[in-house]
């Protein structure tokens, strides 16, 4: 709801190309824009890990080196985000304290910049924005989500008054995948029985007839069809004699991912 709008704040800020009416601040400043980052962000600057002290371009590119197969299991580890204390800049090659605009060239290291997160990117059309309540940057809009502090997460605001409450519900592994929700960059979908899962691995899930939760088996859509259709199977199937008007409790098929009561007639 991948699961990252900000209006003018001293944590989350866009570069102001106004405040000197001049092509030279302008261009200084948009310099090399869109031309530099990497698979998950562009951006004008790299980061120096404070665990590792590795430079690279994001926290992403870092935690999938650090974590791939070919690291030993007890050196793996993520990047404390909110602990980065040093940028290089993409242009100069200048490495400086966290902030928006190089000390040296002046470019402007990204159009979006949060301070709180240490973070940059020049693709400000996803309408990012920091959320006090989650603690970190997500984008989407400000004006479109909401945060919940008992799901401990922002969602859409067509959520507001209607989802069920799951007490951190993104604080977790994606059901299927395993990858870490609350973070992640994939678009999340929030269940009707309030789990969350991504988007992507929800549709994989119908692919292959799997329209139950992972984590308590309630359904995931709308099964009234479906359920319509096993009552008219069985007022089609002769009960025998013996087993009439007696009462018993069957457990649907996994994907059906509801108990289901029927009464013998």
Known sequence: ME???CSPRPSAQRCEV??????????????GCMQYGCSHYRRRCQIRAPCCNEVFDCRHCHNEAKNSMDVDPLDRHDVPRHEVRKVICSLCRTEQEVQQTCVTCGVCMGKYFCEKCNFFDDEDSKQQYHCDGCGICRTGGQDNFFHCYKCGCCYSNLLKDCHPCVEKAMHHNCPVCFEYLFDSTKVISVLPCGHTIHMHCLKEMHEHLRFACPVCSKSVCDMSKV?????????????????????????MFMWYGLEAYFRAH
């Not at 106004?18 to 310099?31: A, G, I, R, S």
Request: proline share 7%.
């Open 3 to 5: 699961v990252e709008r």
């Open 18 to 31: 106004d405040m000197k009416p001049t092509m030279v601040v302008e261009d200084t400043l948009n310099q």
């Open 227 to 251: 359920w319509e259709k096993l009552d008219r199977e069985v007022a089609l199937t002769p009960m025998p004699e013996a087993y009439q008007n007696k009462m018993v409790r069957c457990l």
